[in-house]
């Protein structure tokens, strides 16, 4: 029975691992969004379905076994297809979900719905922000280019929609340390991030308490019910039950 992961997370090539040492088929998908996506111990694919229905004809022609979305939370419209597909097809469907992060003591938070209210939120003299949200989104912000952004991407953009801004390419995990330096090094004075949850991108937030800077964070978008894991070892013995392992 082949199980296909829908990824672009560190938690879905984590869990690519694991099924391939466990001798479980996998296809691991790509949106196809990362120009130079890691080598991986099972196949892979990369690109959209094309919608719900799309999906859904994968499924079938393919002769998957189970979904496991291990997107990035702020994917939704992937996860909602997902939902759809496999409700259509019958196939079995798990969410590997990062817990998302929540404040403690020092965090200077804002939180907020959606881009449109972050984005909202700089309305105010020049600050220097890094805008840590990923390349898909940064036009929400080209209505305040009164502040200098700093764009940490791992793929070149092209064209940027702000017209002051410094970029760098690099590809994370990134610790706390990394972060202070960067952000000391560029004098920011706020970040707006989304509340992707995880240890891989939390850095930020730990150096941003460090240096007791305010952080806009998005919330995550609202998504259909479905069975949720927590870690890729949950989401590995939700495998093997499904098999009767």
């Known amino acids: ?5 829908l990824g672009g997370t560190t938690e879905a090539s984590r ?12 296809v691991l998908s790509y949106a196809g969004r990362t120009e130079s996506p890691r080598a991986q111990p099972v ?10 229905e799309g999906l859904a004809r994968y499924l079938k022609a393919e002769g998957i076994g189970r979904v496991i979305d291990a997107t990035h939370p702020f994917a939704a419209q992937m996860s909602r297809n997902a939902v759809a597909a496999c409700a259509a097809t019958g196939t079995p469907l798990l969410a590997l979900e ?21 984005a909202a939120l700089l309305d105010g003299p020049r600050q220097r922000v890094f805008l840590a949200i990923g390349r898909q989104h940064l036009s929400a912000f080209a209505g305040q280019p009164q502040h200098h952004y700093l764009l940490r991407l791992v793929d070149p953009p092209g064209a940027l929609p702000l017209p002051d801004c410094t970029l760098e390419l690099a590809r994370g995990p990134f610790d706390a340390a990394q972060d202070r330096a960067l952000m000391l090094r560029h004098g ?5 991030a989304k509340n992707a949850g995880g240890a891989g991108a939390e850095a930020k937030l730990t150096a941003a308490r460090d240096l007791s800077l305010p ?9 259909p019910p479905r069975p949720v894991a927590a870690t890729v070892e949950e989401a590995l013995r939700w495998c093997h039950a499904d098999l009767g392992v």
């Open 15 to 26: 869990l690519a691992e694991l099924l391939a040492a466990a001798g479980l088929p996998a």
């Open 188 to 192: 920011i004075t706020l970040i707006v």
């Open 98 to 118: 990062r817990p998302a992060w929540q404040p403690g003591p020092g965090d200077r938070w804002t939180m907020v719905p959606d881009l449109q209210a972050a």
């Open 1 to 5: 029975m082949t199980t296909l992961i």
């Open 215 to 223: 952080v806009i964070l998005i919330d995550r978008p609202a998504l």
């Open 43 to 52: 196949p892979t694919r990369i690109g959209g379905f094309g919608g719900a």
